[in-house]
């Protein structure tokens, strides 16, 4: 095969290559006037039946209209019909036509578009009228290239392009889900066991740049002596980017996001600037979580009832870290152990000070009336405004009000940048709560907030912030609260939160901290900290060996619970780890020995087994990730006391009128990206994580996308099977939130072969002649005598000849391809 290869196909291809690139060639100055081929260096037989028509004018492109990418810069934005027209100069030459229609994709400064001029009826760019703009076609990766001065383009980033260039994406349904399972079973009692599934998402459907969702949970609780089980749809809302006010417009059931007020949940409209369009660098700071699970366990991240975020963990330290910035407000964090014990705490997602870059204006309003779970209305109709102004290179004003019912609030703050001090902000809030005809409560809340990155050092104070309420300040929460007579719950006093990060780089040494301290008027204070230590340092033999002490205090609803995990891994085989781990907990003692290994992209492992109070511990942890879902399981044992199973599948399945796919999943209801690959399965394809492959229609769902955010999605070229063959094999787009994006590869897939042509009067095709598939996709050149090499074939299969710039016949495949390739197939073109 290769020695047939070498003796037969490599010579044609060098015989065409010399004759189109490095052979005589005689041309005017025009770049549209026909190249003259020197044929006589040609080893042929017939001279003169030669077509290189394609190869004789330079960029020729016969006039009509092709479904192209368009590559601006080197972005890649989505496929469109294309017309070519002939140049109005001359009509030896063929132009694409960049509609006006088109021009928004392109992202022109305001002044550039006002000096543009058109041609062909007022349709066409004139391309004469931006000076140092190229194009250039590419039939055989249906790509238009287009080049434009930088100079001429608003503002980007490498990550990040001017909402000119963000996409809707396509119509569409989705469905995405988190299901857990567990079945404990504890041997000291008899005959007591549990089974328990649960399980969040989101349902939505798009449209046009509309996003519609509906948000759901349930839990069923199998007992010994009893069951139970609930289901909800949460919640119901839709939203829409508005790109020229770099806004977001929501209507619904919602939770108030607000950088000044107390957020509860409400049914209404919310209208608020979108720090997610900014460019990466300056968006907000998300909130994450952090603590230390005793054993394999299922971390749930709760707001006033409804799941945010349900994931397994295996035993040891964790930080959740994919929280969503529009997040606000406290968190019920609650830890369910595998052996049935449960830990519960809040985290107060502070932000960084509120800072305005300068001359821009920020702002945040809703109008509705607040709601339950049950999605009823329980309070009256109620406003709230806010807004920041970058008044200064290093001042923000800030400040907002709310108001509804008896209760109203208004605040105002100023926030300074200290540059290499870092940012510094401070504001006060006052309100005025009627809560009956004798009794009006006033008050004041004080707060500042601070944060810095100290480049030299390494350290990054993420958060730091103090904020006291006084005994008369009563928040939009609690008045609502106090009208319906819930006296227990918690009215702030006050909070201390810090969330600091610190490299040491000449000791090999990482820390982090977080501390988060409340006291209230009417309840007792609740306090939580944790610390980690990390050192990298080799041993002997051994190199980047990891040791790292976590240690962790909460205090919640008068209930105290303190641990230390002390881990010592080093690198083990070519993808394992193996460790020591010890913990300490409630006076309970775990020492034991782990191996974690990943296999491969998809799939990785943890086995531990040690003595945990004098009895035997063993555990296990596995996950595996697909193109259909992310899956884990884990198993525990404990001597004397239980034994238990757990079971996770995150995914969903996204329905559009181009295609269809089941596909793992980051974010319940998140933006993603529908690949088309046409028709062709088992593509290998990639954005920022793992490997999938596209299902039997050729379509898979790249779901780890982010809004706003420049996206590339690949083929894995080392992983393509050596009867595919990709023409182009990265795309990228920026989406807005929520939508499902589009992107096609033109990927050729089938069986190699050589073949004879013939024409119906026993004559061979003109050398040079092209061979193209039902995508016009090129398969093949035709050489010497009729032989072409042909790629891509599919049994039975279709395809065109074309000479003389026209469509002359067609071949068809017979059913059986031979796998022979000395074995040559007689195809006649009629």
């Not at 982010?706 to 894995?716: A, F, M, Q």
């Not at 000479?803 to 059986?816: K, S, Y």
Request: aromatic residues 10%; hydrophobic residues 35%.
């Amino acid at each position: 095969m290769l020695l047939f290869f070498s003796h037969h196909i490599v010579p044609l291809i060098s015989i065409v290559f010399m004759a189109i690139i490095s052979l005589a060639v005689t041309t005017n100055k025009s770049v549209s006037a026909e190249i003259q081929f020197n044929t006589d260096v040609l080893d042929i037989t017939d001279r003169e039946n030669i077509d290189l028509s394609q190869f004789s004018r330079k960029g020729f492109i016969l006039p009509g209209t092709y479904t192209l990418s368009i590559n601006l810069n080197s972005r890649s934005l989505p496929e469109r019909p294309i017309h070519f027209y002939p140049a109005e100069q001359s009509g030896d030459e063929t132009l694409a036509c960049i509609t006006p229609a088109m021009m928004p994709l392109i992202g022109l400064k305001e002044d550039v578009q006002s000096r543009l001029t058109w041609w062909h009826n007022e349709e066409c760019l004139n391309f004469a009228s931006l000076e140092g703009m190229t194009t250039r076609t590419d039939l055989g990766k249906s790509t238009l290239y287009v080049s434009i001065p930088q100079a001429y383009l608003t503002y980007t980033n490498p990550n990040w392009d001017p909402p000119a260039l963000w996409e809707d994406g396509i119509s569409g349904m989705l469905f995405d889900y988190n299901l857990n399972a567990q079945s404990l079973k504890q041997l000291a009692q008899q005959n007591n066991s549990s089974n328990t599934v649960s399980g969040n998402g989101t349902a939505g459907v798009n449209f046009d740049a509309w996003r519609v969702r509906a948000d759901w949970q349930g839990r069923y609780d199998n007992q010994q002596t009893a069951a139970a089980n609930s289901w909800d749809w949460s919640r119901f809302y839709g939203y829409r980017a508005l790109r020229k006010m770099g806004a977001k417009l929501s209507l619904g059931e919602d939770y108030l996001s607000s950088s000044i007020f107390d957020t509860f949940r409400y049914t209404g409209i919310n209208l608020m600037s979108d720090d997610n369009m900014l460019p990466p660098n300056l968006r907000g700071y998300a909130p994450e979580i952090s603590g230390v699970a005793k054993s394999n366990a299922k971390v749930i991240i709760s707001q006033q009832g409804r799941i945010i975020k349900e994931v397994q963990v295996p035993a040891g330290p964790y930080r959740i870290q994919d929280l969503d910035s529009a997040v606000s407000g406290n968190l019920d964090v609650r830890i369910e152990e595998q052996d049935g014990e449960v830990q519960q705490f809040q985290v107060n997602t502070a932000t960084i000070p509120y800072l305005t870059r300068p001359g821009q204006f920020r702002y945040k309003t809703a109008v509705g009336k607040p709601s339950n779970l049950a999605h009823n209305v329980e309070g009256p109709l109620f406003a709230t405004g806010e807004f920041s102004w970058g008044i200064t290179n290093g001042w923000s004003l800030y400040g907002g009000g709310m108001g509804g019912g008896e209760y109203y609030a208004h605040s105002l703050g100023i926030g300074r940048d200290l540059y290499w001090l870092g940012a510094l902000s401070t504001d006060v809030t006052m309100s005025n709560a009627k809560l009956s005809q004798q009794e009006t409560q006033r008050g004041n809340a004080w707060r500042v907030s601070y944060a810095k990155r100290f480049e030299e050092s390494g350290s990054q104070i993420s958060f730091a912030g103090y904020r006291f309420s006084d005994n008369g300040f009563r928040s939009m929460g609690d008045y609502l609260n106090d009208r319906k007579g819930e006296t227990n719950s918690g009215r702030n006093k006050e909070m201390y939160t810090l969330s600091l990060n610190q490299q040491f780089e000449s000791l090999n040494l990482s820390t982090y901290f977080n501390y988060n301290h409340q006291t209230y008027w009417n309840q007792d204070a609740s306090n939580r900290y944790d610390l980690s230590l990390s050192h990298n340092l080799d041993i002997l033999k051994f190199k980047n060996v990891n040791l790292s002490l976590t240690a962790y205090h909460n205090k919640f609803n008068q209930i105290n619970d303190n641990g230390m995990y002390m881990s010592l891994s080093l690198p083990w085989g070519k993808a394992g780890t193996a460790s020591y781990n010890g913990s300490y907990t409630k006076g309970n003692t775990l020492n034991n020995a782990s191996y974690y290994s990943r296999i491969s992209e998809e799939d990785a492992y943890q086995i531990n087994a040690g003595v945990a109070n004098r009895s035997t511990d063993i555990s296990g942890y596995y996950t595996h990730k697909n193109s259909l879902a992310q899956l884990s399981t884990s198993a525990s044992y404990r001597e004397g006391q239980y034994h238990a199973l757990g079971f996770s599948a995150q995914g969903g399945a996204t329905i559009t009128p181009s295609g269809s796919a089941l596909h793992g999943t980051s974010l319940a209801g998140g933006t993603r990206m529908l690949i088309d690959t046409d028709d062709v399965a088992g593509v290998p394809v990639s954005g920022t994580g793992h490997t999938i492959k596209t299902n039997q229609s050729g379509k898979a769902i790249i779901a780890d996308v982010s809004s706003y955010y420049r996206n590339s999605v690949r083929i894995n070229v080392d992983k393509l099977a050596d009867n595919m063959e990709a023409t182009n094999s990265i795309v990228q787009g920026t989406l807005t939130e929520g939508a499902i994006g589009y992107r096609r590869f033109d990927v050729i897939a089938g069986e190699k072969a050589i073949a004879v042509v013939r024409l119906a009067d026993g004559s061979a095709p003109p050398f040079g002649a092209s061979v193209l598939n039902k995508n016009n996709q090129e398969t093949g050149i035709i050489n010497d005598g009729g032989t072409v090499y042909l790629s891509g074939i599919q049994p039975g299969e279709s395809m065109k000849l074309r000479w003389n710039n026209e469509e002359q016949c067609q071949i068809t495949l017979p059913q059986v391809i031979p796998s022979d390739m000395t074995a040559n197939l007689l195809l006649p073109c009629v």
